[in-house]
């Protein structure tokens, strides 16, 4: 099966710095590459996805990278704000019939220091 | 409506009990998802339905059993579980078409104790 490697597993940046996170996969058939954001005690929520027809994808800040030969995808975050501080999932889904079967890297705990 | 529902939000329970936690969507997605996801750890995929049927298992212990009851429920049937069941259980759903993908949309959580 599917499985996802992500790093750092802590990151720490001041305001206003940018954030890398960089996750790979083991899957080559994998086409779907969702970034979650987790806040403390609530539920994980989209905010960028890329799928394998394309190599970057951008929304304001934030920005995905995905580089199907090395199997690996990155999420960029610029001008970082302390909102921007929480949980960030990486995950990969092989294609199906139209549903998904994430497989989610392991977090990277993101903080933005004041 | 762009929510995915889920109650109980807590569930305490002991080892003997049978419960059941409900997810419910009215965006007319077809296909909805079970997660189990422990403290500091990341969402693992317990079920996957698809219209209705049950189309990813994830080698899931039988003292959890889904069921779909309409294209707008899941349930998750809980019975005999251990106190390493306990954790935050998400349900999420998207649309489900052939050679789209779209959002999955998770819903809060049932935060599960068993004692």
């Known amino acids: 099966g599917e499985n996802v490697e992500q790093h750092p597993s802590t990151l720490s940046v001041q305001e206003g710095d940018s954030a890398v996170i960089k996750c790979t996969y083991s899957?080559?058939?994998?086409?779907?590459f969702p970034w979650y954001k987790q806040e403390l005690g609530k539920r994980p929520q989209l905010i960028i996805d890329?799928?394998?027809?394309?190599g970057e994808k951008k929304d304001q800040r934030i920005a995905v990278t995905l580089n199907k030969t090395a199997k690996h995808f990155s999420l960029h975050i610029t001008e970082t704000q302390p909102e921007d501080s929480a949980v960030y999932f990486c995950a990969a889904s092989p294609p199906r019939a139209g549903s998904y079967q994430l497989t989610f890297g392991k977090g990277t705990k993101l903080s933005v220091i004041p | 409506d762009t929510e995915v529902t889920q109650t109980p939000k807590h569930l305490v329970m002991g080892m003997t009990n049978k419960k059941s936690l409900k997810c419910e969507q009215h965006m007319g997605h077809r296909a909805m998802y079970w997660y189990k996801q422990k403290a500091k750890k990341p969402p693992e995929l317990m079920f996957v339905?698809?219209?209705?049927?049950?189309?990813i298992n994830e080698s899931v212990p039988s003292r959890f059993s889904p069921e779909c009851p309409n294209s707008s429920l899941l349930n998750l049937h809980l019975h005999a579980l251990q106190p390493e069941d306990s954790a935050l259980y998400l349900c999420a759903s998207s649309q489900d078409l052939i050679g789209f993908y779209d959002e999955q949309y998770f819903g809060p959580g049932t935060r599960l104790t068993v004692t």
């Open positions: 890329i799928r394998s027809n394309v």
């Open positions: 899957d080559s058939a994998s086409n779907y």
């Open positions: 339905y698809s219209y209705e049927k049950l189309s």
